[in-house]
């Protein structure tokens, strides 16, 4: 049996359908009674970015052989658990990478253009009373990217083509990477205009956007959240936009999702999405593959296409 934890993607739902026998988690009324009466047959999770595969869910499906996550993150998935049991581990990289670089730069146009609100203004009729306000430039200003792999560098390549100067923090220097790297996210913050997350979501990564680097980016920066939630610290970000402190944030993901703070909801310096970043019908067809070849190699011996354990 393949364990379907939530609801991702029904064009996936089909295809593992024709091949295994599918069980939907989020179907079932009592979890614990549902895991006791299947916990021998389950040998695949399918998880995605909200509902991975935690310690207490691998304890309580002994023959589970392999996590095949809808996601590049692997947040969700406790990964030295997985090791320690041989449990084998796979994700989406590279078919979503096009789109979470292409939405970041979608952020930046909209909150420096200010397109939502100019949208509401059109909407709203207040265009007949006057042209809206001006609004700042994107072209050649200053971009800093927190995590210099496969999404922060096609952030990179396309922020180029803005003449933008690049900066990186990451944990290493890249070798062959034109851009200026900074050992320090503060060092980051001060010297970039616009600040992008992309970096995995771990335990050194939390919070890695703090009170000092909202700080040092400054009432003239901004933030762009396509990572995770938890790489921000939301509630100092809510103080820091609220005192003026920062100068807007665009965010694709927040620390609690599906919960936003209400107090984001009255700021216009701020763009909010629903977590869209991969969210086009070819990407995520593109994962759904992706998660059924994975599956389809495991259970017949072969190689994993996207093996992460
Ligand atoms: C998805 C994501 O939103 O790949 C990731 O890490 O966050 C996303 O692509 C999610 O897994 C879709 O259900």
Redesign the pocket.
């Known amino acids: 049996g393949v364990l379907m934890m939530c609801p991702?993607?029904s064009y996936l739902e089909n295809e593992l359908e024709k091949r295994f026998n599918l069980l939907r988690f989020w179907t079932c009324p009592e979890k614990s009674v549902f895991l006791e009466s299947h916990r021998n047959s389950i040998r695949a999770v399918v998880g995605?970015?909200?509902a991975g595969a935690d310690a207490q869910l691998i304890n309580d499906l002994p023959k589970l052989e392999i996590v095949s996550?809808?996601?590049?993150?692997l947040d969700k998935i406790d990964l030295g658990k997985c090791k320690e049991k041989g449990i084998r581990v796979t994700?989406?990289p590279d078919v979503?990478t096009e789109d979470?670089a292409d939405l970041a730069i979608g952020l930046i146009l909209a909150l420096l253009r200010r397109l939502c609100e100019c949208d509401r203004y059109v909407r709203s009729g207040k265009w007949k009373q006057g042209d809206f306000q001006l609004t700042t430039k994107f072209s050649g200003k200053s971009v800093g990217i927190i995590g210099l792999g496969r999404i922060g560098t096609a952030i990179a390549k396309r922020a180029q083509a803005f003449s933008c100067p690049i900066n990186y923090y990451s944990r290493t220097v890249k070798p062959d990477v034109a851009y200026k790297y900074y050992p320090t996210v503060v060092d980051l913050a001060q010297n970039s205009d616009i600040l992008v997350v992309a970096c995995p979501l771990t335990d050194q990564t939390r919070h890695i956007v703090d009170r000092q680097v909202m700080d040092a980016l400054g009432a003239k920066g901004v933030l762009i959240n396509i990572g995770?939630g938890p790489h921000v610290d939301e509630q100092e970000l809510v103080k820091a936009l609220t005192e003026g402190r920062l100068g807007g944030a665009a965010l694709d993901?927040f620390e609690h999702e599906p919960h936003v703070p209400e107090e984001l909801f009255g700021l216009e310096n701020v763009v909010l999405l629903p977590?869209?970043?991969?969210?086009t019908v070819e990407t995520?067809n593109a994962?759904a593959d992706l998660v059924v070849r994975n599956l389809e190699a495991h259970f017949s011996g072969k190689s994993l296409l996207t093996p992460v354990v």
Do not use: C, E, I, K
Not at 69 to 73: E, K, M
Not at 275 to 279: A, K, T
């Open positions: 991702m993607s995605n970015a909200s996550s809808f996601s590049v993150g994700n989406t979503l979470v995770r993901v977590h869209v970043g991969s969210g995520r994962m």
